[in-house]
């Protein structure tokens, strides 16, 4: 089996925070309503077992605060099909889906908030696709040397 690959995954906490992850059945909930084609493609990476930074945007202090995992690979986002849903996309059809998600399980949080200031000033970060200029993407790969570093500053 291949090892897990990493990943760091953006989410407004006043939309859905990690708390509401673990808050989750199960500590599990799926990831909808991606609506970026390069981040669509990386959730199509995904397997079961890759983990996952879960990371606070649009908020104060912008901070990577928890771990969780893939526990189911993607599948088409429901909320592309209904009408009543912000993320609903007039150009897809059951069967022809443009949009997908992942389940995610919480793992656990971390014991420290590692914020944005930190990434940027830490070596070794520098070239993580979050400490771009005009990045956007909401999900993102992580190396593996990446990874280390921030789970030792998370504690």
């Known amino acids: 089996m291949p090892s897990p690959r990493y990943w760091l995954m953006k989410s407004e906490p006043t939309t859905f925070s990690f708390d509401d992850l673990v808050q989750s059945k199960n500590s599990t909930n799926h990831w909808d309503g991606v609506r970026n084609y390069q981040a669509r ?36 986002d429901h909320t592309q099909f209904d009408r009543k849903n912000i993320h609903y996309d007039a150009k897809a059809t059951r069967g022809k889906p443009i949009w997908d998600m992942v389940d995610l399980r919480a793992i656990k949080p971390l014991r420290k908030s590692v914020t944005l200031d930190t990434l940027r000033k830490t070596k070794g970060l520098e070239k993580m696709p979050l400490l771009r200029r005009a990045n956007r993407l909401s999900v993102m790969p992580v190396t593996p040397k990446e990874w280390d570093i921030i789970l030792k500053l998370g504690g």
């Open 41 to 76: 493609n990386f959730m199509r990476e995904m397997r079961v077992g890759d983990q996952v930074l879960f990371y606070h945007s649009n908020c104060d202090p912008l901070a990577a605060v928890g771990l969780a995992e893939v526990v189911r690979e993607a599948y088409p």
